[in-house]
């Protein structure tokens, strides 16, 4: 029987042919982190769609918290669950029925006076104001005692000398107040620019809890995370590629062996 020499060279993967490259499991798990990917991505889209309103804020009411032209995400709230420090949007007929931004400072109940040493004086307490212009007083106009109705809010806006707010609104019939029910959202952040989230009122926590901040965090990580995982699974498949045209080369600039 005539000798014959015959070559045996390694299998290649990741080469030029059509078929699915990298490894099976990886194709799934690629498939996974892309599928799971989307229901975040598209979940936490859908759920801020639902939790938040949008608002373009057109005055400097409420300067320097928000400013003239910023945007805004405003958490929809039943009325009865704001809270003393609460930025909110609001409409009332009084006030020409257009949406507007202000902070509440008292609620149905409270007495409410300005200004002493410079602040704010709700239910006899000094309210220590951090969000207002530093150097600004707390305001400028002052207004006499006024004794909050039940179910209805007195609200100032943080540019206390300029704001069309319940001061300006002290010789209608309700004392410049709003029923809780004319609250259509509470403000969580600013947008645009990204400002971020609202601080915190805690000048305001001696007179009772203060409202907790909505779930625009998780929202956004959601959305993020989402993101993260459509984007590395989709890039599965070309790594992959690359790596297995890399490992082609490799081998063969490698002499077969010959057996």
């Known amino acids: 029987m005539g000798g014959e020499s015959m070559t045996h060279t390694a299998p290649r993967s990741g080469g030029t042919g059509s078929g699915p490259v990298g ?22 889209f859908a759920w801020g769609a639902v939790v938040y309103l949008p608002y373009t ?33 609001f409409k009332d007929a009084t006030w020409g029925n257009a949406p507007m931004v202000k902070r509440v400072v008292a609620v149905g109940g409270d007495t409410v006076s300005c200004c ?8 006899g307490e000094e309210i220590d104001e951090p969000y207002l212009a530093e150097g600004t007083p707390a305001e400028i106009t002052g207004f006499p005692t006024v ?4 179910g209805r809010l007195f609200l100032l806006g943080d540019e206390r000398g300029s704001s069309m707010d319940s ?25 645009w620019p990204m400002n971020g989230m609202l601080a915190r009122p805690t000048g305001f926590e001696a007179l009772g809890a203060l409202s907790s ?35 082609a080369r490799r081998a063969s600039a490698e002499p077969a062996g010959v057996r």
């Open 23 to 44: 490894s099976r499991t990886g194709q799934r798990l690629s498939g996974l982190a892309v599928a799971l990917g989307l229901v975040l991505f598209l979940g936490g």
């Open 57 to 89: 804020v057109p005055t400097s009411s409420m300067t320097p918290t928000i400013d003239a032209g910023d945007r805004v995400l405003a958490q929809r709230v039943d009325g009865a669950d704001v809270r003393r420090g609460d930025v909110v949007v």
């Open 116 to 123: 002493q040493d410079g602040k704010l004086k709700v239910n």
């Open 147 to 150: 004794k909050v109705p039940k």
């Open 167 to 191: 001061t300006a609104h002290l010789t209608d019939a309700a004392s410049g107040t709003v029923a809780r029910g004319a609250v259509d959202a509470r403000v969580d952040a600013v947008v």
């Open 213 to 247: 901040p909505g779930p625009l965090r998780t929202i956004t990580v959601l959305v993020i995370a989402g993101a993260v995982l459509v984007l590395g699974g989709g890039a599965y498949g070309p790594v992959a590629k690359r790596a297995g045209a890399a490992r």
